[in-house]
């Protein structure tokens, strides 16, 4: 728990990060911040305890925070440097030799393909650019797991799908872990194994994307003539819970055998039926049932 006050940023917030890229999506002030500055050493928990890479943080602290990358939300870079110059500071920081360091920054740089610009003062740098070397230098030192602070905030379209491009690659140039803090559902969709959704700094839930995506998409749209309530009753006979949104009823699809079932329980309550059709619940549904 991480308490302000009376303010609780988070409350009995307890979870296990799986393994692959995982995204904390939230909307803002839902806790994700302050989970990751807190997994980060930089906050410390009011109560409870945190593990990172199998060691308690405060056990430790320095010697994880070597095996750990941050990219910050907020833009707190340099302008006065080069991206080369600051990218090898930032190695030999973290306890690497300026000839390690150097040719870690022109690998890095290279793999976020940024050519001759990475030899150009960063107060020169486009939003885009001013991303990638955040990230960058979240790398720099090979970290085994790297946490990601909305990063595709204030993008163009392009920039925005370049950053995740390179997100997605992470593992191609370090073999990084990636946690991904974001409010964008779809920077999640695209880039994330699983995610997990926070509220008013309390764990919603915990789901495989995939999971999401795939089992929990099959869905039949139905609008009726008549008695609603009636209808949903001969639903309830045949086992099949329906939810009504104000607009349609939703019921989950099973098998084509579901279709006949829906028919027959509108002949049976006299209920006519104007539509049913088979689609998709998006991730964005979930998401939106959780945070609303």
Avoid: W
């Amino acid at each position: 728990m991480k308490q302000y006050g009376a303010l609780k940023a988070l409350d009995d917030f307890s979870i296990d990060i799986p393994e692959g890229k995982v995204g904390i999506l939230g909307p803002n002030g839902a806790g994700k911040s302050t989970f990751v500055k807190i997994a980060l050493g930089l906050l410390t928990a009011t109560s409870g305890e945190i593990t990172v890479l199998g060691e308690k943080l405060t056990k430790n602290t320095v010697d994880i925070r070597r095996k750990i990358g941050y990219m910050p939300e907020h833009d707190c870079i340099p302008n006065e440097m080069t991206g080369v110059e600051f990218l090898i500071e930032m190695g030999m920081v973290s306890g690497m030799s300026l000839s390690g360091a150097t040719e870690r920054t022109h690998e890095i740089l290279g793999h976020l393909r940024m050519g001759e610009e990475k030899y150009r003062l960063i107060s020169e740098y486009s939003g885009g650019m001013r991303q990638k070397i955040k990230l960058a230098q979240g790398l720099i030192h090979a970290p085994e797991v790297v946490f990601l602070d909305e990063p595709t905030s204030g993008l163009d379209p392009n920039a925005r799908r370049e950053m995740l491009e390179t997100i997605n690659g992470l593992t191609d140039v370090s073999n990084t872990k990636v946690l991904l803090s974001t409010h964008i559902l779809q920077d999640v969709e695209m880039v994330c194994d699983s995610v997990i959704m926070v509220k008013d700094g309390k764990l919603q839930m915990q789901e495989d994307v995939k999971t999401i995506i795939g089992e929990k998409s099959n869905f039949i749209h139905i609008r009726i003539g008549g008695s609603k309530e009636d209808f949903i009753a001969e639903l309830k006979k045949k086992k099949i819970t329906a939810e009504d949104n104000g607009r349609v009823l939703i019921v989950p699809y099973k098998d084509d055998s579901t279709y006949d079932q829906i028919i027959d329980a509108t002949i049976k309550s006299k209920c006519p039926l104007y539509e049913m059709e088979r689609t998709s619940q998006s991730m964005d549904s979930v998401y939106q049932e959780i945070i609303k």
